[in-house]
T-cell receptor, first 112, second 115 residues
Framework: KAGVTQTPRYLIKTRGQQVTLSCSPI?????VSWYQQTPGQGLQFLFE???????NKGNFPGRFSGRQFSNSRSEMNVSTLELGDSALYLC???????????FGSGTRLTVV | GNSVTQMEGPVTLSEEAFLTINCTYT??????PFWYVQYPGEGLQLLLK?????DKGSNKGFEATYRKETTSFHLEKGSVQVSDSAVYFC??????????????FGKGTLLTVNP
């Protein structure tokens, strides 16, 4: 059974640019959530989608957005990149509450 | 909001030593605790979980019991191996209000096991 697939694995962008990250969940998982991991702030929740609807959103500026498609694949977009957006972005999928979340390997974004 | 406090590392042990990583939390609703492990350069892997009070999760020799009265979910392993070297995260999902549908993580504990 394929795991959670995130693309690309690595990305280098320049300040002011925008970026789109992709996540394909485990087949049958309809919940997809995104997390940002940095050495200073640790793991922080960005947002969660279920059946194309955002059900929860973390405390991030509006430059961070996401969406989910009918096949449960999800994308997140960061506009007007800042140096502080450099992080590992992790996507997780789940069957439901209490079932645990399966994480992808992440996308390492570096903003220069 | 919810919060997770776990023992800060780094923790350095010799092979076959006993491991404990403490984790306590505050939650407003009906929490479910988890332990995740992150190996260098990788994402998070679910290590074990609990869904109700006094549940004991176990996997690969690791164990943790969900103690509702002390709001704790301490991770233990009787005999660690070099391959257990990684960062361990305690996490919580909570089916209430703004905490719904997300995990709240502790800061992580770096474990290094020497041969």
């Amino acid at each position: 059974k394929a795991g959670v697939t995130q693309t690309p694995r690595y990305l280098i962008k320049t300040r002011g640019q925008q970026v789109t990250l992709s996540c394909s969940p485990i087949s049958g998982h309809r919940s997809v959530s995104w997390y940002q991991q940095t050495p200073g702030q640790g793991l922080q929740f960005l947002f969660e989608y279920f059946s194309e609807t955002q059900r929860n959103k973390g405390n991030f500026p509006g430059r961070f957005s996401g969406r989910q498609f009918s096949n449960s694949r999800s994308e997140m977009n960061v506009s007007t990149l800042e140096l502080g957006d450099s992080a590992l972005y992790l996507c997780a999928s789940s069957l439901g509450y209490g079932r645990g979340y399966t994480f992808g390997s992440g996308t390492r974004l570096t903003v220069v | 909001g919810n919060s997770v406090t776990q023992m800060e590392g780094p923790v350095t042990l010799s092979e076959e030593a006993f491991l404990t990583i403490n984790c306590t939390y505050t939650a407003t609703g009906y929490p479910s605790p988890f332990w995740y492990v992150q190996y260098p350069g990788e994402g998070l892997q679910l290590l074990l979980k609990a869904t109700k009070a006094d549940d004991k999760g176990s996997n690969k020799g690791f164990e943790a019991t969900y103690r509702k009265e002390t709001t704790s979910f301490h991770l233990e392993k009787g005999s660690v191996q070099v391959s257990d070297s990684a960062v361990y995260f305690c996490a919580l999902s909570d089916q209430s209000g703004g905490s719904n549908y997300k995990l709240t993580f502790g800061k992580g504990t770096l474990l290094t096991v020497n041969p």
